[in-house]
């Protein structure tokens, strides 16, 4: 009786605590849907299929090697290896901005005082600015802007915040910096996708009252927005993200109090922290804010909820949703029909914008 009456105390107070320091506000009156949408094209579904093929390769090479630590590694490998396929006119080099390792791509176009930083995706523990030539490259071109890739600290080795704070170092840096040192600075544009959106979104708003000026422009490509994982698209769409649906089918069968603890325990961070979940944050006064999602994934509500708060602040934000796209397939599948729309659609904005 004794050990029952422990177990009940210790059930609650783990509650408690979840609901008062670590669980989300009530944001369920954001689900409107909003947005413009996209139809799919009719050669979406061979890219999606090479792709998919892809993916069941690597996850069969990665069961097979019988060590989580070395699945780990595979995974960072073909991470890394996302653009080895891409023919470019840019000249990538490395550079240390304000502590954090960053990558500059330099189109023959390219303007040194207007400038892009670069949030990669990954969920915080793959990926890198090699990974995601491909963005950095066609960013270049459209905004005729030099391109500042950050190679921020990851998961599990380091704390999430770590991200959060090499992405405003970054920040702070490509202000007054350029490819050839000190530079004016004319116009900036943030972009991420994925954890990257999320990396993005945080900071269009913490730039209001932490940096020197906000962004002129912000993309967000499939973001995360909330860490907590409450929107129901987390588990509504289980079934057609192909990417991030096995992932977050894991996370979706914790009870919602254990899934508030383990998102603390691995990120080492209180998953409604505003920093790690802009959905949370004030989003009044951003710059002019664009962001992409599909139908299919998890993370549609992400967009949505932030979309639609952002809107009831008064800020620019607007979102566009693609029909049965894979998450992120701007880069997954860049030359399919959708792929080449919704990179056009960028292109759009940031000639309205910049």
């Known amino acids: 009786m004794f050990w029952l009456i422990v177990l009940i105390v210790f059930l609650f107070v783990s509650w408690f605590v979840a609901q008062k320091y670590l ?34 390769d690597l996850r069969v090479k990665a069961k097979a090697s019988k060590s989580i630590k ?5 995974a960072r490998e073909f991470a890394d290896n996302m653009s080895s396929d891409l023919e470019s006119d840019c000249e990538f080099t490395q550079v240390v901005a304000n502590g954090v390792p960053c990558e500059w791509a330099v189109a023959p176009n390219s303007d040194p005082e207007r400038r ?3 949030l990669h995706g990954g969920a915080f523990a793959l990926g890198s600015p090699k990974g995601h030539r491909h963005y950095s490259h066609r960013l270049a071109h459209i905004a005729k802007a030099v391109v500042l890739s950050v190679d921020y600290r990851m998961l599990p080795e380091h704390k999430r915040m770590a991200a959060t704070l090499d992405a405003q170092n970054a920040y702070h840096w490509i202000l007054t910096q350029g490819p050839e040192g000190e530079t004016p600075l004319s116009k900036l544009m943030v972009v991420g996708d994925s954890a990257g959106g999320n990396l993005t979104l945080m900071l269009g708003n913490w730039s209001k ?17 909330d860490s907590t994982l409450a929107s129901p698209t987390v588990k509504a769409n289980l079934a ?30 209180p998953p409604n922290n505003p920093l790690i979940s802009p959905l949370f944050d004030d989003l009044d006064n951003l710059a002019p804010t664009l962001i992409h999602a599909s139908s299919n994934e998890c993370l549609l509500g992400d967009s949505i909820r932030f979309t639609n708060k952002a809107i009831a602040a ?11 796209q894979l998450h992120d397939w701007h880069i997954f599948t860049p030359e399919s029909g959708s792929g080449r729309e919704a990179w056009g659609e960028i292109a759009k904005f940031v000639e309205a914008t910049l």
């Open 70 to 74: 070395q699945s780990f590694a595979i």
């Open 209 to 225: 009252k932490f940096a020197a000026r906000k962004p002129d422009a912000v993309i967000a490509v499939a973001p995360s927005t």
């Open 240 to 269: 057609t993200d192909i990417v991030l649906g096995q992932m977050m089918g894991l996370l979706s069968k914790l009870p919602r109090t254990l899934s508030l603890w383990v998102g603390l325990a691995l990120m080492r961070t």
């Open 314 to 324: 008064g800020s620019d934000v607007s979102l566009q949703i693609w029909e049965n």
């Open 23 to 56: 669980a989300p506000p009530n944001l369920s009156h954001f689900d409107t849907p909003v947005g413009e949408r996209f139809a799919s094209h009719d050669d979406d579904a061979e890219h999606t299929a090479n792709l998919v093929q892809t993916l069941r």
């Open 116 to 118: 892009v930083l670069l």
